[in-house]
């Protein structure tokens, strides 16, 4: 189909999406309306719903885009673990509308078929770094509690980040400050 | 002084704070007003500007209140840093409005006194936990890198424990899961 402004199917769907990014940077993905947001594309008031259904199938698309950034970041990231926690890291600093609606499940569908399958590539994405880990380290026999430890110190240190909160000393690079503070939870292999 | 209802000085400014508590529980801080304040906590509309000024000036008490539960928490879990990492994490689950508002500066005045103040409290305990660790570590030399590792791992379990997006095999107690994660940055000592 041709939509408002001759825009192909997938072009919208894609423009929405974009424009949902900005708003979300502005103001937070709770600022957000179909309504609105079909007004600052310069769309009708029906295109959003007719792609998206609701806002809760917006945050849908939006966090599954996210998950498959992210997958993407981490595996064109290497194997080495800690260049996978400094990618997270530096995912979250570019994309940090996707970051936030990415763990907000209770904006979005979390079971939503599309959802589950960019979450899964991401989540694999994570596991096959904490797998490429040497066998000598201390907690080898779990690689799931690996896996959460890490996600955890990565997570925790882009959250601070965008945030505010970390004192100056840190820095204003992400990745140098990520690699420093994920290194003493896996040194590099 | 005694206003609506007869409430004394602090007691009106401690119902409003625990009554801002109970809607950032429910619907996140933004959408607290000290109009909706007022009314929910039964005083007139002036109560709470008179004792915070505005928003930013409420959510700045409930941030330093926050700092203060929290730097009670970490030292009251002892000198062990373990201990410390698993109290931060059952601060956050218990406390989860201030949690989510000590970690939003941009909705407060992060320079107002009190709140330097107790945040200084609440980075003092994380530091002297990590002050405690046993000297051979491979990072001794940098306890200011250990602090922000420590603090990142941490936060990210508690931010992603309260997001809702950790998978069931992690259990429902966020005490035992914490230790198991905060373990593999600094064993017990």
Chains 1, 2 share one sequence.
Request: hydrophobic share 45%.
């Amino acid at each position: 189909m041709t939509g408002t402004r001759g825009y192909h199917h997938g072009d919208l769907r894609r423009a929405l999406l974009a424009e949902a990014v900005r708003v979300i940077e502005e103001s937070g993905p709770a600022a957000l309306s179909l309504r609105d947001l079909a007004r600052r594309a310069g769309v009708s008031h029906a295109a959003p719903a007719h792609h998206f259904g609701d806002k809760a199938g917006l945050l849908t698309a939006l966090a599954a885009d996210g998950f498959d950034l992210l997958a993407e970041a981490l595996t064109g990231a290497g194997d080495d673990l800690l260049d996978r926690g400094v990618a997270y890291v530096d995912f979250a600093v570019r994309h940090r509308a996707h970051f936030e609606v990415m763990f907000r499940p209770d904006l979005y569908r979390p079971d939503a078929a599309e959802l589950v399958a960019a979450r899964e590539r991401a989540g694999a994405a994570l596991h096959s770094g904490v797998a490429a880990l040497p066998e000598g380290r201390p907690t080898a026999e779990d690689p799931q509690g690996d896996a959460l430890a890490a996600w955890s110190i990565v997570h925790g240190f882009a959250t601070l980040w965008l945030s505010g909160a970390l004192p100056a000393r840190v820095g204003d690079d992400p990745r140098a400050a990520a690699r420093a503070v994920a290194h003493r939870l896996f040194p590099k292999t």
